[in-house]
């Protein structure tokens, strides 16, 4: 189990002791979480956390962006920054050698990112919004923004990648009042792994990330999802495919049917192998191509099915669907295959340093503890048919259902 310390600032600090092999130089990972992501920009500026979280990637007030990437290259260190829905996260790969000046660099620029710097908030912005617009031009893009916006109630169904508008609004007095609220030092929550001890870990950041005491910021309630009967929306587009998802409420991540859910999903839409990839494309030849997936957050889950098809062939292809997925019992084969993809990913997962990084602080973040390697696997051994079905009557597949479908009109 991994040594966890609360700083006297709130800040969370958790990781685990790798020792390299032989020979090999002393390595450490390191994830910062900051509460800092869409869901808590304001209604008017949604997108104004995703720039500061690309000013952090951008130097400090002592370092121009050059210099300070610069520092990183020549001491061969991986820094990389990424804003999100409801985190920012903050990723180190070093030699544990250089761990503390790669900490002092990146706390310099979380404590003064280059905010009132033009030049370097219209790149950001430059950014962000072509990747709106990378969005805007791919038909299943397009149909997961609007499920999203569909599905969920505010803040939850906002764009991850921002908005256009909310992105154009921000200015220095706004990025200067979300950062403020991002170096929420009680919601903070660091984890490492690799060549170096919690002590050492704890004492860097103590020396280097000096915050003051500021309480926890708690991520907004998602609430019920929708609870119409069943939202069809199709958005025109000229293109010779139609891209079709559909949603639909499942258990969360903090529910006992979070693993049966996980596993169906694999047993479902994990591959050619899959049942939907079977039944829809194979037998029928309804689809090009579909997929199945389970995502949740701390309050909901949720299932979205996609697949692309010709016009003339969508409604059948979404009714068969909903079929094969409602009449749905896993096979014991089907069952032992989707287990062992589970419990492969768990094992990649903990395998590199980067990703066991992550989990950690994503363990923390949604559980206030992390459970152990046998907890996890002792869970996903229990998915049963049985179990699947137990989810399958809390959440029958495709009640609250939202569907969107994009193009198909070339």
Not at 129 to 135: F, G, Q, S, V, Y
Not at 375 to 400: C, G, M
Request: proline share 4%; charged share 25%.
């Amino acid at each position: 189990m991994p040594d966890v310390t609360i700083l006297s600032n709130g800040v969370t600090i958790l990781g685990e002791s790798r020792v390299d092999g032989f020979g090999s130089p002393a390595t450490v990972s390191v994830c910062i979480y900051l509460p800092c992501g869409v869901v808590f920009d304001p209604p008017d500026q949604i997108g104004a956390s995703l720039i500061l979280a690309e000013l952090f990637n951008r130097g400090s007030e002592g370092l121009s962006n050059k210099e300070f990437r610069a520092e990183f290259e020549k001491r061969g260190m991986q820094f990389v920054v990424g804003g999100g829905f409801d985190r920012s996260v903050i990723r180190l790969d070093c030699l544990t050698s250089q761990f503390e000046e790669g900490i002092r660099l990146i706390s310099a620029a979380l404590r003064t990112p280059r905010i009132s710097d033009f030049n370097s908030v219209v790149e950001a912005k430059r950014m962000l919004l072509n990747d709106i617009r990378a969005r805007d031009d791919d038909p299943a893009g397009i149909a997961g923004h609007k499920l999203t916006e569909l599905f969920f109630a505010e803040p939850f169904n906002r764009p991850r990648e921002g908005s256009e508008a909310g992105i154009r609004a921000v200015g220095e007095r706004e990025l200067t009042r979300c950062h403020s609220s991002a170096l929420t030092s009680g919601s903070i929550i660091i984890s490492w792994c690799g060549a170096i001890s919690q002590d050492e870990v704890v004492k860097v950041f103590d020396r280097q990330l000096v915050l003051p005491k500021i309480a926890r910021r708690e991520i907004p309630k998602c609430f019920a999802v929708n609870t119409q009967d069943i939202v069809g929306v199709h958005i025109a587009k000229p293109t010779e495919q139609r891209s079709v998802m559909i949603a639909f409420e499942s258990a969360s991540v903090s529910e006992v049917g979070y693993y049966p859910a996980k596993v169906a999903s694999i047993v479902l839409g994990g591959g050619m192998f899959a049942r939907l990839f079977d039944e829809v494309r194979e037998k029928r030849g309804l689809v090009y191509d579909i997929s199945c997936s389970h995502s949740s957050n701390r309050d909901r889950g949720w299932f979205v099915v996609g697949f692309a098809c010709s016009t003339e062939r969508f409604r059948e292809a979404a009714d068969v669907t909903r079929a094969v997925m409602t009449d749905f019992i896993p096979t014991s084969l089907e069952l032992e295959r989707a287990r062992r993809q589970v419990k492969l990913s768990l094992a990649a997962g903990a395998e590199s340093r980067s990703s066991r990084c992550e989990s950690l602080a994503s363990e923390w973040s949604y559980h206030g503890r992390v459970r152990s390697d046998e907890e996890l696997i002792s869970a996903v051994n229990d998915v049963t048919a049985a179990s699947i079905q137990k989810l399958w009557d809390t959440y029958p597949p495709f009640r609250h259902e939202v569907q969107v479908s994009v193009g198909g009109e070339g």
